[in-house]
């Protein structure tokens, strides 16, 4: 285990077995559902129309999947994937619950598996299990990220730009 904060991690300070419990929640409400399903034009009406969804025998409406992966993928981000080439892909991704508007999302990582790239000397491969779960401890999604991670002095470096200011 490695007490560097996860948020300065490289390839090399991972260990397989870590696990982060990441630091945001989120409470998806029926608008966030609504925009989401909306912005990426899907139809259906399970997600839309309060009335079909207990027809179908929801007690609520229930969360566009994707809008779960996406909000639980975001929560590992901050933690996990500052220091990151690039996503190289999800897998394995399972829906044992479903989540439901007024939900409040939490996650959690394992670093399940760290391997040398073998065409690019300046990262590594990890691969990231993330379970989200409901304030009340029901998991609502699992899947498995595999990621390009930067080795230590091996990323880019950032220059932030100054405001141009006016002389007066």
């Not at 990426?40 to 997600?47: E, F, K, M, S, W």
């Amino acid at each position: 285990m490695n007490d560097l904060p996860w948020r300065d991690r490289f390839f090399e300070d991972f260990t397989v077995g870590d696990v982060c419990k990441h630091r945001s929640a989120r409470t998806v409400h029926g608008y966030d559902n609504q925009l989401f399903t909306l912005l990426t034009q899907n139809p259906a009406p399970l997600h839309l129309d309060h009335h079909y969804s207990k027809q179908a025998g929801h007690d609520r409406v229930p969360l566009n999947s994707t809008l779960t992966l996406a909000l639980v993928t975001g929560q590992s981000v901050a933690d996990l994937t500052p220091n990151v080439m690039t996503n190289l892909g999800w897998a394995e991704v399972r829906l044992p619950a479903a989540a439901y508007e007024g939900d409040t999302i939490y996650s959690e990582s394992t670093i399940e598996s760290l391997r040398d790239s073998g065409k690019r000397p300046e990262v590594g491969v990890v691969g990231i299990r993330t379970c989200g779960y409901t304030e009340t401890g029901r998991v609502v999604i699992e899947f498995l990220r595999t990621v390009l991670m930067y080795r230590r002095g091996r990323a880019p470096i950032t220059v932030r730009p100054e405001p141009m200011r006016t002389v007066g």
